[in-house]
């Protein structure tokens, strides 16, 4: 089973670039605090030692076009995916290895739209989801 959750914040917006196809491919990095209580997280800091990881996701087609319209750089966001592993030649002909998290899902935990307001998802049509009223949930 190859499956990962994660909650994390973006560090800066997400890359989208599109295939000569038209596929829109957007790549972004999700920093995700350690599990640490306040006394090790001081400690670390103090010792200029990391208190998060920071884990590369690519998100596909409708999916990558939704992120990059509603979240951005410190935005928080749930994602679930696939771990795929790969390698390429940098131009010094060293060989880079690669761990991303492709994503399957999402979920909005904080988001702003480009103009900075708070985001309308619900006035977006979107293929297999539609607005909930939170006023007709009975829990």
Known sequence: MN???LIGRLTKDIDIR???GGMAI?????A???KMSKEKRQEAERNNLPTADFIGCIAFGKAAETLSN??????QLGVEGHI???SYENK???RIYTTDVIVDGFTFIDSRNRNGSDSEVQ???YDGFFPVNNDDIPF
Do not use: H, P, S
Not at 26 to 30: E, N
Not at 70 to 75: D, S
């Open 26 to 30: 957007g790549r972004f990095t999700l």
């Open 3 to 5: 499956r990962a959750n």
């Open 123 to 125: 006035d977006q049509n």
């Open 18 to 20: 599109y295939t000569q």
């Open 84 to 86: 795929q592993t790969g």
């Open 70 to 75: 509603y979240v951005g750089k410190g935005n």
């Open 92 to 94: 010094e002909g060293r």
């Open 32 to 34: 995700i605090d350690r």
